[in-house]
């Protein structure tokens, strides 16, 4: 059976092709038989209770091109697969509530409850004895006399990706709390700060996830000991597995991301300390395939397309 699948996407100008997992996806998903649409957040829009959207099928990945826009309600296709990039603000939470509104049973991926439930930042924190030391707060205060016990430590808004606000800072800085507070805008803003873990030398390691199921490993290895182990950064990728901690941490996790209605996760650990979980529309996948010679997309879009016959039966 040939499936009819939107993707919501960032503009194509903005994709980074050298990291970006959903033209894989797509690319896997014709060659399968499937046709596959694109849609970006400012074609959506609700009337009068239902969704719809100007669509475009996509007719080409390298080199790539989309037909004629259509306008549609996006009932009528038989999946949404939401690839948009954080950061989660306030249109993004707007857009995951207009998702509310396509039928009961119709496929996401991932559920729009889970990318308001599961703040990848915070998600870890649901699992305190697997991850490593952790305050949240918007008052710099209080995350510098926590960032003061430590050496080093690293602070994260809550809401991006790709390392993007990310820094790492000095616990015994005399002027750690000006420095947090110049991380925040007027008002304020909510930041993790996590202990520094010493261990990201020797790499930041992706899991990527569907369907509960480890789709591959990557591991990326920071350039310096001042950069974060990030693909955008730098980062230097190399072929990984997983140790008995991680795999029991991984077993805890799964139950969570079932219940949610997560089919796609990207979970991240550092010295075998969970630090992250992403589902907003985790990547790393061309990473994997480089490490380890395969064509793990087809893993994952075996999951999508079990899950999209699953909610049709």
Not at 50 to 61: A, C, H, M, P, Y
Not at 186 to 207: A, I, S, T
Request: glycine share 8%.
């Amino acid at each position: 059976m040939s499936y009819h699948i939107l993707f919501l996407m960032d503009p194509y100008a903005s994709l980074n092709l050298e990291t970006e997992t959903s033209l894989l996806l797509m690319t896997e998903l014709k060659a399968q038989g499937h046709r596959v649409y694109w849609t970006e957040m400012d074609r959506l829009y609700l009337d009068n209770g239902k969704l719809r959207g100007r669509v475009s099928e996509v007719e080409g990945i390298s080199p790539f091109n989309l037909g004629e826009d259509e306008d549609r309600a996006l009932e009528e296709l038989d999946a949404l697969i939401n690839r948009k990039d954080p950061p989660f603000d306030l249109n993004y939470l707007h857009l995951s509530l207009l998702f509310d509104f396509l039928p009961k049973g119709f496929p996401q991926i991932n559920a729009p409850k889970a990318l308001r439930d599961l703040n990848e930042k915070l998600a870890s924190q649901r699992f305190p004895s697997r991850t490593t030391d952790c305050r949240v707060s918007m008052n710099p205060k209080h995350l510098a006399e926590f960032a003061s016990k430590m050496e080093r430590v690293v602070v994260k808004p809550l809401d991006d990706c790709s390392g993007r606000g990310i820094v790492m800072l000095k616990g015994n800085d005399p002027d750690l709390e000006a420095k947090l507070t110049a991380r925040m805008p007027p008002g304020g803003q909510f930041l993790m700060v996590q202990r520094h873990l010493p261990l990201v030398h020797k790499g930041d390691k992706r899991v990527f996830l569907a369907g509960g199921q480890v789709c591959g490993i990557v591991n990326r290895v920071p350039k310096d000991e001042d950069s974060l182990g990030n693909i955008h950064m730098g980062a230097r990728c190399e072929l990984a597995t997983l140790t008995p901690r991680e795999e029991e941490t991984l077993r805890q996790i799964v139950p969570l991301l079932e219940a949610e209605g997560v089919l796609l996760a990207g979970v991240d650990f550092i010295g075998e300390e969970l630090t992250e979980i992403n589902l907003t529309s985790p990547s790393a996948m061309r990473q994997i395939n480089e490490v380890s010679g395969g064509q793990r997309e087809k893993e994952v879009v075996g999951a999508i397309l079990r899950f999209i016959k699953s909610r049709q039966a």
